[in-house]
């Protein structure tokens, strides 16, 4: 039905210290200042409604302005979490309880206590536990807060007022290569890592070194805006408007390709597939016997044995790009190949053609992801050409040679800026320092699509 079944999210813990001797009421006997403050406890005692709300001010002004105030000043953290504590234990009304733990939620995921403090609201919440969901979820949304940082752009008011109804889960699309739409349930502080995790464990993805070399992307409009999710992002922080939708792709090719399910296959060939079409995968337009045997391995994957029409081979063979100048190619010819190489690969299914495809294409660039350079300041290299990248390398091919013109290890990377087009309708350049401090050289591209470039 083309879509991925979604697991329940997980959260991967971090350690924190949970001796059964950390209580709240010894914490306050050796932190007696926090009692002198009276500002912060009567601004939550509005919020939850123990006492009347300021004139001109509603439940959302209260909220925002406690968890603001907790961004901003550091040192008043601790006061705030005494107080939301102090309000929830023991309270009569379990109404007005429950929106005290509904911000003791929001609070956790998004600022930390301080060290001093940490052990004891761990340990309150740990005791909470089996007594009060919200417990649970502020214990996970503070391990998050521990591991990624905490969210640090609030939640809009429509979603805080959802977190406050309860509403904390909403439905979500990934769009994978070929077409499948992963379907997940995401949370008020669910981090891209997480969606990531899932992802790659419905493809069969269990190394935590392959998992990293996936990412999401960011598409708003038609490819108006691209850019690649760092793992430690709230999805709810950007995933917001109409218009924005949420892709993954792979990266990274460093950790060995294993063809045991058929959602990573299926996922990989549509991906390599796409790239190899667009021309960036650095294959000349002359190689006319790898040209039929990659033609005959996607008709093989439609499960179609039959030797297609001309006009029908050609949305198999590479386009020509528009960095390109010079792009010949005998379709005749490599019509008349591709015979011989349906004939040698009789009997392949759909799965054995794609797996082909992946594993045995020889394709200059495969590995890499890979940007179009229109010019080079070095007038040694080639303009056009095409700029891959990898976990190691950044490497310049010239795309009608497939000649490799010039091999930047990224460990030797001292600096990467980012350039303002040379002339008002043109492209964004690359500025790359690298070089060791006895021999320090420079170099800049010119790259349509520099904003989407993320180095692993």
């Given at each position: 039905d083309n879509s991925a079944t979604s697991l329940s999210p997980s959260v991967a813990y971090v350690a924190l210290p949970t001796d059964s001797d950390y209580t709240m009421q010894e914490f306050r006997w050796h932190q007696p200042w926090l009692t002198m403050h009276l500002v912060l406890p009567t601004a939550l005692m509005q919020f939850m409604g123990d006492l009347s709300k300021p004139r001109g001010k509603n439940e959302l002004d209260l909220l925002y302005g406690l968890l603001?105030?907790?961004?901003?000043?550091?040192?008043?953290?601790?006061?705030?979490?005494?107080?939301?504590?102090?309000?929830?234990?023991?309270?009569?009304?379990?109404?007005?309880?429950?929106?005290?733990?509904?911000?003791?939620?929001?609070?956790?995921?998004?600022v930390p206590p301080s060290n001093t403090l940490m052990p004891y609201v761990t340990k309150f919440l740990q005791d909470w536990g089996p007594h009060q969901e919200l417990a649970q979820s502020s214990q996970e949304h503070l391990q998050r807060t521990v591991k990624y940082g905490g969210r640090r752009r609030l939640p809009s008011p429509g979603e805080m007022q959802a977190f406050l109804k309860g509403q904390v889960v909403h439905l979500v699309l990934i769009h994978l290569p070929g077409g499948v739409d992963y379907k997940t349930n995401i949370r008020t502080f669910t981090v891209a890592a997480e969606v990531l995790e899932e992802l790659c464990r419905q493809m069969g993805i269990t190394d935590p070194q392959e998992?990293?070399?996936?990412?999401?992307?960011?598409i708003k409009g038609d490819s108006e805006l691209v850019r690649p999710l760092w793992p430690q992002e709230y999805l709810n922080s950007v995933l917001g408007g109409p218009d924005v939708s949420l892709h993954s792709r792979r990266l990274g090719w460093e950790t060995r390709l294993h063809f045991d399910n058929p959602t990573y296959i299926s996922t990989h060939y549509s991906q390599v597939l796409r790239d190899y079409l667009q021309g960036k995968l650095g294959l000349s337009p002359q190689e006319d016997t790898r040209l039929a045997r990659l033609a005959a391995l996607q008709q093989l994957s439609r499960n179609k044995e039959e030797p297609p029409s001309e006009q029908d081979l050609l949305a198999y063979l590479p386009r020509k790009p528009?960095?390109?100048?010079?792009?010949?190619?005998?379709?005749?010819?490599?019509?008349?190949?591709?015979?011989?190489?349906?004939?040698?690969?009789?009997?392949?299914?759909?799965?054995?053609?794609?797996?082909?495809?992946?594993?045995?294409?020889?394709?200059?660039?495969?590995?890499?992801?890979?940007?179009?350079?229109?010019?080079?300041?070095?007038?040694?290299?080639?303009?056009p050409g095409l700029l891959g990248l990898n976990r190691q390398h950044l490497?310049?091919?010239?795309?009608?040679?497939?000649?490799?013109?010039?091999?930047?290890?990224?460990?030797?990377?001292q600096r990467l800026h980012?350039?303002?087009?040379?002339?008002?309708?043109?492209?964004?350049?690359?500025?790359?320092?690298?070089?060791?401090?006895?021999?320090p050289q420079t170099i800049w591209f010119e790259l349509p699509q520099v904003g989407g470039l993320r180095v692993p």
């Open positions: 603001k105030l907790c961004q901003e000043k550091e040192d008043l953290r601790d006061e705030v979490y005494c107080q939301a504590i102090k309000q929830v234990t023991g309270h009569p009304r379990p109404k007005l309880c429950t929106r005290g733990w509904r911000f003791l939620s929001l609070l956790t995921g998004c998992v990293q070399e996936f990412a999401l992307f960011l528009q960095w390109q100048q010079q792009w010949q190619m005998n379709v005749a010819t490599v019509k008349s190949l591709m015979g011989r190489e349906l004939r040698q690969l009789q009997g392949y299914s759909s799965q054995e053609a794609q797996i082909s495809f992946i594993s045995g294409s020889g394709l200059p660039l495969f590995g890499f992801t890979v940007y179009p350079v229109q010019r080079v300041s070095s007038p040694a290299l080639p303009s490497v310049l091919v010239d795309p009608s040679s497939q000649e490799l013109c010039c091999s930047i290890a990224l460990r030797d990377l980012l350039l303002s087009p040379l002339e008002p309708e043109g492209s964004p350049g690359l500025e790359l320092n690298y070089g060791s401090a006895d021999n």
